[in-house]
């Protein structure tokens, strides 16, 4: 049975606790980071060759040309046209809603104009290519394809190039029907460090992008953090994470459960119920014992339930606030009975579910809302994925006469107070003396 950590905020250790229990060290060890050092450096110089070699070395593939890596379009559409009818349905609903969200997140450009002419504004425009990696073989990840490749879309991208393993030459057709869906442009069977390589640095097949989303295993995080600067990248992202706060009148089953739905993704995933009510707490703890044993990936969960999970009684709703902030998980459900009440408490969570009937798993593949989400209590300064991480800003500035003789004078103070005479005599030049 698991062996789940409690925690009370009467005690005086309380915050030490929470603090050496949410701790995360993300950082790839020395070894992973001189592997991925290694075959950045060989993709970028060698190109296809290096990774037609590293393909081959690790996924088993095969291929007599960096061309035949490819997936063409057709193949895309054809495992589209293929799915279950209920899984086409369902795959073309859950984009339906995430284009919809996405589609309010869009920034346009704007502009005003002064009282002596100036005008001053923002030009948004998206980037020119951003690549996708999405883990393959076995695993089905489709939901990650819509979310990471529809608000790019959204953006005005014009193309999303989306790389995925192909371990032995095995598919996943949920994930290429996903591809097909979201508009994706291009596909690779490539994946790996090798694959961001590709991305960040281009070969001959395969297309530079300016951005690189989307998540993988510890040499993919460590590959990302080694390109970024060349590209942008959307985060590295820890394990995933939730918090539920409850009232103590939720049924204990759903309670159980959503903590599983995070807990079965991996062995380091962190499940953390808060409640002020010691008896639902140990009402909950009864039945994730009783409803272990039936879970098909109990062994992953277990681990997670006595490594990284807590049960925390908290005295107060503002003290509940007050671990939840400090946490600032990757998921929030606000089980409670008004949950619009204990909503202004929260400043910082990736995504927030609110009220009994609304679990984090709906979050995770339909409601709209996107999952890719700040980990590791970065939500405290990051947001999740969305359309503007695919939108560039500049600014626009455009002097009348007037504005450039009222503004080069204020400018040549500055500049002359810097001691950086080139900037004064520029905006001085265009001062008007009529």
């Given at each position: 049975?698991?062996?789940?950590?409690?925690?009370?905020?009467?005690?005086?250790?309380?915050?030490?606790?929470?603090?050496?229990?949410?701790?995360?060290?993300?950082?790839?060890?020395?070894?992973?980071?001189?592997?991925?050092?290694?075959?950045?450096?060989?993709?970028?110089?060698?190109?296809?060759?290096?990774?037609?070699?590293?393909?081959?070395?690790?996924?088993?593939?095969?291929?007599?040309?960096?061309?035949?890596?490819?997936i063409p379009a057709d193949r895309l559409q054809a495992?589209?046209?293929?799915?279950?009818?209920?899984?086409?349905?369902?795959?073309?609903t859950a984009a339906a809603r995430i284009r919809a969200y996405a589609e309010r997140q869009r920034q346009e450009s704007w502009t005003f104009t002064e009282a002596d002419g100036t005008v001053l504004g923002q030009q948004v425009t998206p980037l020119d290519r951003v690549g996708l990696y999405v883990p393959g073989g076995k695993a089905a990840y489709p939901s990650s394809v819509l979310m990471n490749a529809i608000p790019a879309k959204v953006a005005g991208v014009p193309e999303v190039v989306m790389v995925v393993p192909a371990p032995a030459g095995e598919l996943n057709e949920?994930?290429?029907?996903?591809?097909?869906?979201?508009?994706?442009?291009?596909?690779?069977?490539?994946?790996?460090?090798?694959?961001?390589?590709?991305?960040?640095?281009?070969?001959?097949?395969?297309?530079?992008?300016?951005?690189?989303?989307?998540?993988?295993?510890?040499?993919?995080?460590?590959?990302?953090?080694?390109?970024?600067?060349?590209?942008?990248?959307?985060?590295?992202?820890?394990?995933?994470?939730?918090?539920?706060?409850?009232?103590?009148?939720?049924?204990?089953?759903?309670?159980?459960?959503?903590?599983?739905?995070?807990?079965?993704?991996?062995e380091d995933?962190?499940?953390?119920?808060?409640?002020?009510?010691?008896?639902?707490l140990e009402r909950v703890l009864a039945r994730i014992k009783q409803l272990l044993p039936g879970m098909e990936r109990q062994d992953i969960i277990k681990a997670s339930l006595n490594q990284r999970a807590a049960l925390i009684q908290v005295r107060d709703w503002d003290e509940a606030a007050q671990v939840v902030n400090f946490i600032a998980p990757e998921h929030l459900e606000l089980s409670v009975e008004q949950p619009e009440e204990f909503l202004p408490l929260i400043r910082h969570a990736g995504a927030i579910f609110m009220g009994r009937h609304t679990p984090e798993a709906l979050g995770d593949y339909c409601a709209g809302p996107n999952h890719v989400l700040p980990t590791s209590r970065t939500a405290r300064f990051s947001s999740p994925l969305g359309v503007y991480d695919f939108q560039k800003r500049s600014s626009v500035i455009y002097c009348s006469p007037a504005g450039a003789t009222t503004l080069g004078r204020t400018a040549s103070i500055l500049a002359r107070g810097e001691g950086l005479t080139a900037h004064a005599r520029s905006a001085e030049l265009r001062i008007s003396t009529d």
């Open positions: 049975m698991p062996d789940i950590q409690r925690l009370t905020t009467a005690d005086a250790d309380f915050w030490p606790r929470l603090e050496a229990l949410t701790a995360w060290e993300g950082v790839a060890d020395e070894v992973v980071t001189a592997t991925v050092r290694e075959i950045l450096m060989e993709v970028r110089q060698r190109g296809d060759d290096a990774l037609l070699e590293y393909t081959y070395r690790f996924d088993r593939l095969d291929a007599a040309c960096a061309g035949d890596l490819e495992a589209l046209a293929a799915l279950p009818a209920a899984q086409h349905v369902a795959l073309v949920l994930v290429l029907a996903a591809a097909a869906v979201a508009d994706v442009d291009r596909v690779f069977t490539i994946g790996g460090a090798q694959a961001i390589a590709a991305l960040a640095y281009g070969t001959s097949t395969v297309p530079r992008v300016d951005k690189i989303v989307g998540p993988g295993n510890v040499y993919v995080a460590a590959a990302k953090r080694q390109v970024f600067g060349t590209v942008g990248i959307d985060m590295i992202a820890g394990p995933s994470e939730i918090l539920v706060v409850c009232d103590g009148l939720t049924n204990p089953d759903w309670i159980a459960m959503d903590l599983f739905s995070q807990a079965e993704h991996d995933a962190q499940p953390i119920l808060i409640s002020p009510d010691a008896a639902f």
